[in-house]
């Protein structure tokens, strides 16, 4: 019911923008002038449209868990130890931002985002922390092991109460929402600007225009319900990361396909399987097929963007936040990758030669290699959640009622097993799951 709340109010917003474009630019204007905040307005708008979306959310799942009976009556020492490991690590993910060329202009609206926000979450952290740790049944989590590794700079003797294998995970849980957070955000800006600017036509709207818009809209969800995840990742929202992708081939195959690795190495290097046409062109004149067309990649892209709403406040790549079973997660256990990928097929119509037939061969083999890139994501995903007796049953229900049932009973050997998914060789980092009791 949340999500569909998110859902409904973010839908509202878009399809006003086509009436009030300038009027949302106004309010985005007034903010930013009230503020005094140096923040492209168009950023602004996406911002108050992720507010509008979460705060009753965030309102009634904040007084639940503030209702529940305390558990540990928490001790001022560890409060004030957990606080500095968390300002901790905002420090560490600072520093990373600023070491690194990558985060440069592209992230300008982030950093201004950043540079007005952090001194409130520094203030109230050490509420939070009060609050969270006084409903913990066990408060010494991995952010004391950060306090005891910063403060360890001043008094080298803390450095051996740190637990490794809790900083290991912390410092990965952190690395994620290090990473992808910013991309989404700046992505979800990018996306409200095109909806604000979008023309709309002034008599029927024609086919093209109608999956034009869709297409941004959808995409537009599908980002700004992650860019929820990554921000509200909360003990108290019942929404902090369980466990990290164990292993490095989870971790590249899904680094690969994201910005800055996949637009500046894989995909211009190695998996350019666009040849310069495009579904459009091919139907351009046949209307019919060309409105069937669009409408199947519509249809696909509508079931990709459910995955992550149906994932909502839990929506992160590389973790386990909380078991997702509804929406089209009855359909398959990946019906993002799934349904993503079979879009691609039919947007780049890489077996249509733009040239010749060696060239559509070559275009439809780098295709496959993407998918086999989400495949590898999918498997390794599978291996991490099998630790989790929840997701044994999950995907077992799947086995049974998935829409590709069909296709495991043709190829046995891609059926779900824990025992042999559990089993499948790949480098781990860690195996310990579940180790920290406060995450941000």
Same mark, same amino acid.
């Given at each position: 019911?949340?999500?569909?709340?998110?859902?409904?109010?973010l839908?509202i917003?878009?399809?006003?923008?086509?009436?009030y474009? +300038?009027?949302w630019?106004?309010?985005g204007?007034?903010?930013?002038n +009230?503020?005094?905040l140096d923040?492209?307005?168009?950023?602004?708008?996406?911002?108050?449209?992720l507010?509008l979306? $979460?705060?009753?959310?965030?309102l009634?799942?904040?007084w639940?868990? #503030?209702?529940k009976?305390?558990?540990?009556?928490?001790?001022?020492?560890?409060?004030?130890?957990?606080?500095i490991?968390?300002?901790a690590?905002y420090?560490?993910i600072?520093?990373?931002?600023?070491?690194?060329?990558?985060?440069?202009?592209?992230?300008?609206?982030?950093?201004?985002?950043?540079?007005?926000?952090?001194?409130?979450?520094?203030?109230?952290t050490?509420?939070?922390?009060w609050?969270? $740790?006084a409903k913990?049944?066990?408060?010494?989590?991995?952010?004391?092991?950060?306090?005891y590794?910063?403060?360890g700079?001043?008094?080298?003797?803390? %450095?051996?109460?740190?637990?490794?294998?809790?900083?290991?995970e912390?410092?990965?849980?952190?690395?994620?929402?290090?990473?992808?957070l910013p991309?989404?955000?700046?992505?979800?800006?990018?996306?409200?600007?095109?909806?604000?600017?979008?023309?709309h !036509?002034?008599?029927?709207?024609?086919v093209?225009?109608?999956?034009?818009?869709?297409y941004?809209?959808?995409f537009?969800?599908d980002?700004?319900?992650?860019? /929820?995840?990554?921000?509200?990742t909360?003990k108290?929202?019942d929404t902090d /990361?369980?466990? @990290?992708?164990?292993?490095v081939?989870g971790?590249?195959?899904?680094?690969?396909?994201?910005?800055p690795?996949?637009n500046?190495?894989?995909e211009p290097?190695?998996?350019?399987?666009?040849?310069?046409?495009?579904?459009?062109? %091919?139907?351009g004149?046949? !209307?019919?097929?060309?409105?069937? %067309?669009?409408?199947?990649? #519509?249809?696909? $892209?509508?079931?990709?963007?459910l995955a @992550?709403? +149906?994932?909502?406040?839990?929506f992160?790549?590389?973790?386990?936040?909380g078991?997702?079973? @509804?929406?089209?997660?009855r359909? @398959?256990k990946h019906?993002?990758?799934?349904?993503?990928?079979?879009?691609?097929?039919?947007?780049s119509?890489?077996?249509?030669p733009?040239?010749?037939?060696?060239?559509? $061969?070559?275009?439809? #083999?780098?295709?496959?290699?993407?998918?086999?890139?989400?495949?590898?994501?999918?498997k390794?995903?599978?291996?991490?959640?099998?630790?989790?007796?929840?997701?044994v049953?999950?995907a077992?229900w799947?086995?049974?009622?998935?829409?590709?049932?069909?296709?495991?009973?043709?190829?046995?050997?891609?059926r779900?097993?824990?025992?042999?998914?559990?089993?499948?060789a790949?480098?781990?980092?860690?195996r310990?799951?579940?180790?920290?009791?406060?995450?941000?």
């Open positions: 019911m949340p999500n569909l709340w998110a859902l409904v109010v839908t917003c878009i399809f006003s923008f086509g009436v474009a +300038s009027e630019r106004d309010v204007a007034y903010v930013a +009230s503020l005094h923040l492209n307005h168009d950023a602004l708008v996406a911002i108050i449209v507010l979306m $979460t705060i009753p959310m965030l009634v799942d904040v639940k868990f #503030i209702v009976p305390k558990v540990f009556d928490a001790k001022a020492s560890i409060i004030a130890l957990k606080t490991g968390i300002w690590a420090c560490f600072g520093f990373l931002y600023w070491l690194l060329p990558e985060y440069g202009s592209w992230y300008q609206s982030y950093w201004v985002l950043l540079e007005n926000v952090m001194p409130f979450i520094f203030g109230v050490p509420l939070y922390v609050v969270v $740790t913990q049944a066990e408060p010494k989590d991995a952010y004391l092991d950060a306090a590794l910063f403060l700079f001043f008094s080298p003797s803390l %450095w051996g109460k740190c637990r490794g294998s809790y900083l290991a912390l410092a990965r849980q952190w690395l994620v929402k290090g990473f992808f991309l989404m955000l700046i992505y979800f800006f990018g996306n409200v600007s095109s909806l604000l600017d979008f023309k !036509p002034s008599g029927s709207p024609t093209s225009y109608f999956y034009d818009f869709s941004v809209y959808l537009s969800i980002l700004a319900f992650a860019a /929820i995840g990554y921000i509200f909360l108290m929202l /990361i369980r466990s @990290t992708e164990p292993s081939l971790w590249i195959a899904c680094l690969m396909c994201y910005s690795f996949w500046g190495l894989f290097t190695y998996f350019h399987y666009n040849d310069g046409l495009y579904w459009g062109e %091919w139907l004149e046949h !209307p019919f097929m060309y409105a069937v %067309w669009a409408s199947v990649i #519509i249809a696909l $892209t509508v079931v990709y963007a @992550t709403v +149906s994932l909502g406040y839990r992160s790549n590389l973790t386990y936040r078991l997702a079973t @509804t929406g089209v997660f359909l @398959t019906p993002a990758y799934v349904f993503k990928n079979l879009t691609w097929w039919m947007i119509i890489p077996f249509i733009s040239g010749d037939w060696v060239d559509a $061969t070559r275009s439809c #083999i780098l295709l496959l290699g993407v998918n086999l890139i989400y495949f590898t994501r999918a390794t995903e599978e291996r991490h959640l099998s630790q989790y007796p929840e997701y049953e999950y077992n799947i086995n049974e009622h998935g829409i590709f049932r069909w296709v495991v009973r043709i190829f046995p050997s891609l779900y097993n824990s025992e042999t998914t559990l089993n499948v790949s480098k781990v980092w860690w310990k799951a579940g180790l920290l009791g406060l995450s941000r």
